[in-house]
């Protein structure tokens, strides 16, 4: 599973070729600028709303209609940066072990498949720009399709991107690989007729999923593996008509508290960039690097900590790993150790609050963002506590040493530069429980301390630091929304051919025995976090099975938090897990090194896993306490 890869810089087009790629250059950078926009003026608006409702209580009641246009924007204009930049999730551990030249064919029949379905998305928004030109927004009458434009818009730069890598493959393959992938839809249209009737029963199902599969062995990117998942039963069963898609697509991020996203993963960008992380392991080392193992405990806290501030995978862990893998090499820890933990302990950290996990599934399921927020804290302390008994084991095996402790005067000093890091997270989950913010209003607030902390406190951000850390919020959450958006035709094309039924049937058959249920639900989920990584796995199954757990008497806010660790496991599970693979980039490990180390810790995760679905207290004890029990 890749989520980028670092390449070097491509050659210069020449010809036409040039001329087309200057085009998408220049395009780039008016995308650039429209995401930064959208990104900037939103924060402003939300920002306005509290302000205008603690001083004049008067909320600006046309934000919830401007966030609808920037998500839009960041969604899908985002989403084609992302393609761009490499950045879209996509499997590609199969297809980077294939020969070269078929290597070439696998890439570039994806790259037709994108301009295929790109375009096809574009075309069939157009109704939806016609109608909306005549229907106006109720609170800032405007004309609906500016709601809309931004997906046709994206959709139109994925089909320009995927030209560009086409017209850089070799000439025979990429006119060869087109003209076979046309021939082969042009003979399933044709034959229709011939095997329609077949497709209306179960085989749709096994149909859309054995492509899907082959799709993503392909390295087609998720999200469109998703989406061709979606036209493939639309056009075997003729239920719905290709707008279908456009619609589902922008609707999935038409709620409010998507928004949150690139604001938490802003808020984390800064902090690592600001040298908050550093402040902060840097405390924690004073305080517990003395121990057996210390440098990995501080990592493991740090962790647990930083994964509260930020709410983004990738910035806790190049927070966190970059200032503590040379301190722990330093102490003479391996590569691979050092990958191991900080794997191992981004697992633990998917239900910290505020986790883009916990947002995610919120957003998509009935399920409240505070009451999840408060359900993730104590498994992720049961799998914290887990990881560091067998670190502190593995090092006292290995002979590993102690060093002195630290002096009260260096403690004092590193706790006070980690004092305003370190408020953060009381901040973020104080506001939501209080019920005084929403987690979209309260992760605003969180990138502005986070600014005002390293530009003016700290001063490790400059102008430069600030605008690399806004394109790369950009394209992280231009992929991470354009998963949820993708899903939504997916998810609606299983709900219409009743997999959920399906799913409800398999399990009365099995007796509605929970504990059968939840076990089944961690190693199926396993399975798929590590094929779809955890967002889109959750956006896809978590709607399916949160029913079918309630109806069968889990409580909700549990099954929502084994759904997030075991899809968190998976996408750190070897060979394909990505989380692995950024792990290693981090530390400057190999995938051997990190495998032979991770493993252990993976196993004492599952345990723990288990134990957190076998006791449903650590789940709803605090949810309970703070009267946000389902």
């Not at 009458?141 to 995927?162: C, D, E, K, R, Y």
């Not at 239900?351 to 996990?357: F, K, L, M, Q």
């Amino acid at each position: 599973m890749a989520l980028h890869s670092d390449t070097l810089p491509q050659p210069a087009l020449t010809g036409w070729r040039g001329m087309f790629e200057q085009v998408n250059r220049r395009t780039e950078v008016l995308a650039d600028g429209a995401v930064i926009v959208a990104l900037l003026g939103e924060l402003v608006v939300v920002l306005a709303t509290v302000v205008g409702r603690a001083l004049f209580d008067d909320s600006l009641t046309w934000g919830q209609e401007v966030a609808h246009i920037a998500l839009t924007v960041i969604t899908f204009i985002g989403g084609a940066l992302a393609y761009r930049r490499n950045y879209l999730l996509s499997l590609e551990t199969i297809t980077k072990r294939l020969p070269p030249t078929w290597r070439s064919i696998a890439q570039t029949t994806s790259e037709w498949v994108i301009v295929a379905v790109s375009a096809m998305i574009a075309i069939a928004s157009w109704p939806l720009l016609a109608d909306g030109w005549e229907q106006q927004t109720p609170i800032l009458l405007i004309a609906h399709s500016w709601l809309v434009l931004p997906l046709t818009v994206g959709m139109t730069l994925f089909a320009m991107q995927a030209l560009e890598n086409l017209a850089r493959r070799p000439t025979m393959i990429a006119l060869g690989s087109g003209l076979a992938l046309g021939v082969l839809v042009a003979a399933a249209l044709l034959t229709r007729p011939l095997w329609h009737q077949w497709m209306q029963g179960p085989h749709i199902i096994e149909l859309v999923l054995g492509l899907f599969l082959i799709l993503l062995v392909l390295g087609l990117p998720i999200a469109f593996a998703l989406v061709v998942g979606a036209i493939l039963f639309m056009f075997s069963t003729g239920v719905g008509s290709m707008v279908v898609l456009p619609r589902q697509m922008d609707d999935a991020v038409g709620n409010f508290i998507l928004l949150s996203i690139p604001f938490f993963v802003l808020a984390g960008l800064i902090m690592a960039y600001g040298g908050l992380g550093s402040r902060i392991a840097n405390f924690i080392n004073a305080l517990i690097g003395h121990i057996r193992s210390g440098p990995l405990q501080v990592m493991i806290v740090s962790m647990y900590i930083f994964s509260g501030l930020s709410g983004s995978k990738v910035a806790d862990m190049a927070a966190v790993g970059t200032t503590m893998s040379d301190m722990a090499r330093q102490r003479g820890y391996i590569r691979g150790e050092i990958a191991a933990i900080l794997a191992a302990s981004a697992v633990m950290g998917e239900t910290v609050p505020p986790s883009i996990a916990i947002l995610v599934l919120g957003s998509v399921t009935t399920l409240s963002i505070a009451s999840l927020f408060v359900a993730g804290i104590l498994p992720a302390v049961v799998l914290a506590i887990a990881i560091m008994a067998l670190a502190y084991f593995r090092a006292r095996r290995s002979g590993m040493v102690t060093m002195p402790r630290a002096r009260a005067k260096v403690i004092v000093s590193t706790g006070v530069h980690a004092f305003l890091p370190l408020l953060l997270p009381v901040i973020l989950v104080g506001g939501v429980l209080s019920g005084i913010t929403t987690p979209t209003e309260i992760s605003a607030a969180a990138v502005v301390f986070g600014a005002i902390l390293a530009g003016l406190v700290y001063r490790e951000a400059d102008r430069a630091t600030f605008m690399r850390t806004l394109i790369e919020t950009t394209v992280m959450s231009g992929m991470i929304l354009f998963i949820v958006s993708a899903a939504a035709p997916f998810t609606w094309a299983m709900a219409i051919a009743r997999v959920p039924d399906a799913v409800a049937t398999l399990v009365a058959a099995a007796g509605n025995e929970r504990w059968l249920f939840l076990l089944g639900t961690i190693v199926a989920l396993i399975v798929m976090g590590a094929l779809l990584e955890s967002l889109p796995a959750l956006v896809i199954f978590g709607p399916l099975l949160l029913p079918v757990a309630t109806h069968i008497g889990i409580d909700p806010l549990q099954y929502g938090i084994v759904l997030i660790i075991s899809m968190g496991w998976g996408a750190f599970a070897p060979p394909i897990g990505v989380g692995m693979y950024v792990a290693c980039v981090i530390t400057g490990a190999t995938v051997e090194e990190i495998t032979r180390n991770l493993l252990p810790y993976l196993a004492i995760l599952l345990v723990a896993i288990v134990l957190v679905a076998m006791v449903p207290q650590i789940s709803t004890l605090l949810p309970a306490l703070f009267g946000l029990a389902n």
